[in-house]
């Protein structure tokens, strides 16, 4: 064999290196996408959170205005009856002769047990 026939003993090392060269730029470029991805994926994860976030407050703001439109409601029923309970009634006559009737009706049955 001839010296020009021989690879140079260098040929070998130099491939394996430009094979680490291209390994390692293939590596950086999975690591760069899957930081590109990741970033993605977070900000996704943001805004669906921030998305939730805004739908229970809505809900939770809805929930409050019933509850405080049911609580004015019973409080101005509860005012409304408080009102017509201080009002004075005068009874009519058919109403002074019912009460009439059952005064002398319990003072009967008070009377006749105690005999």
Do not use: C, K, N, W
């Not at 005068?90 to 003072?107: H, I, N, P, W």
């Amino acid at each position: 064999m001839t010296a020009a026939g021989l690879d140079s003993p260098f040929d070998g090392v130099e491939a394996a290196i430009a094979r680490v060269l291209d390994a390692e730029h293939v590596a950086r470029d999975a690591v760069t996408q899957a930081s590109a991805t990741a970033a993605a994926m977070t900000e996704e994860a943001r805004a669906a959170a921030r998305a939730l976030a805004e739908r229970t407050e809505r809900r939770i703001r809805a929930v409050r205005a019933a509850f405080e439109e049911r609580a004015a409601a019973e409080v101005a029923a509860l005012d409304a009856a408080a009102a017509e309970a201080g009002v004075r009634h005068e009874l009519t006559s058919d109403e002074l002769a019912r009460v009439d009737v059952a005064v002398a009706t319990l003072g009967a049955e008070l009377t006749r047990f105690g005999s």
